[in-house]
Nanobody
Framework: QVQLVQSGGGLVQAGGSLRLSCAAS????????MGWFRQAPGKERVFVTA????????YYADSVKGRFTISRDNAKNTVYLQMNSLKPEDTAVYYC????????????????WGQGTQVTVSS
């Protein structure tokens, strides 16, 4: 069973950048589509971005398009979320998630989850 361990995150000023990492243990990510979701205080968890098994296609929520980049290094068993031009509304707990097969845009379709990491953007 795949376990996902997240790192990165923290506090940054608006306009700054952060990179989140999601590493797998107990299995390989090379057969999993990967996604990132986020949950702001008092709100539901929502889709941010996803990447196919090969890394050949990526998908983004409109709110982060052009600012965030998802990537993967299957050799390192790790997926990344590079976040640039951060805004206060990006403040949330970010989660990585894995599912076998094609990418998906809803949390219910993902089987494995990271522990979550806090990202706080100050104005």
């Amino acid at each position: 069973q795949v376990q996902l361990v997240q790192s990165g995150g923290g506090l940054v000023q608006a306009g700054g950048s952060l990179r989140l990492s999601c590493a797998a243990s107990g299995g390989t990510l090379s057969s999993y589509a990967m996604g990132w979701f986020r949950q702001a205080p008092g709100k539901e968890r929502v889709f941010v971005t996803a990447i196919t098994v090969s890394g050949g296609k990526t998908y983004y929520a409109d709110s982060v398009k052009g600012r965030f980049t998802i990537s993967r290094d299957n050799a390192k068993n790790t997926v990344y979320l590079q976040m640039n031009s951060l805004k206060p509304e990006d403040t949330a707990v970010y989660y990585c998630a894995a599912r076998q097969g094609v990418v998906a845009g809803t949390e219910y379709e993902y089987d494995y989850w990271g522990q979550g990491t806090q990202v706080t953007v100050s104005s």
